[in-house]
């Protein structure tokens, strides 16, 4: 295991599933042994407004929040988000753009933050079953065959 910490931000507007998506990652981490920390900023959530999640995860983590303009990953949802959020990313580190998958693909336009994540999928040390199964976790069976053709065509699409 790996004495770095890894660092990453979801970033987007309420009802886009940021928070779903840093669920995700969160559990996947914590499924694979890693101290996992996680921070919600909702702003006016409820109407819209910007929402982003801190992931830490690692050997061992001290706080939940990842230090300005250290973020490994950027994960962005909305397009209007990216520029508000870039200034987290640190030199050298991944940005993930909700343009880099068309949501006319998706089985439901809903799913963009799995699809996202499917970007994602390939830049972490995280098998692709490891994935799936805390994706199958997390949705309920009526929404699980839409999740998983996004992280799909996200994994293709990296």
Do not use: C
Not at 21 to 35: K, N, P
Not at 94 to 108: R, S
Not at 118 to 142: C, M, N, T
């Amino acid at each position: 295991m790996s004495e770095r910490v890894t660092n990453i931000i979801i970033a987007g507007l309420g009802g886009q599933g940021v928070l779903t998506a840093s669920a995700i990652v969160s559990e996947l981490a914590f499924r694979a042994g890693f101290d996992v920390k996680q921070s919600e900023l909702h702003g006016m959530s409820q109407r819209g407004g910007s929402v982003s999640s801190d992931i830490r995860f690692g050997r061992e983590v001290f706080s939940p929040m990842v230090p300005t303009g250290a973020a490994d990953y950027l994960v962005v949802v909305a397009p209007d988000q990216v520029e508000v959020n870039r200034y987290q990313l640190r030199p050298g580190g991944v940005l993930v753009e909700p343009g880099a998958v068309d949501a006319a693909e998706l089985i439901n336009k809903k799913s963009s933050n799995v699809a996202l994540l499917g970007i994602l999928s390939r830049h972490l040390d995280f098998s692709e079953a490891a994935w799936l199964e805390v994706i199958a976790a997390v949705f309920p069976e009526k929404l699980l065959a839409a999740n998983l053709q996004a992280f799909a065509l996200g994994r293709e699409r990296a």
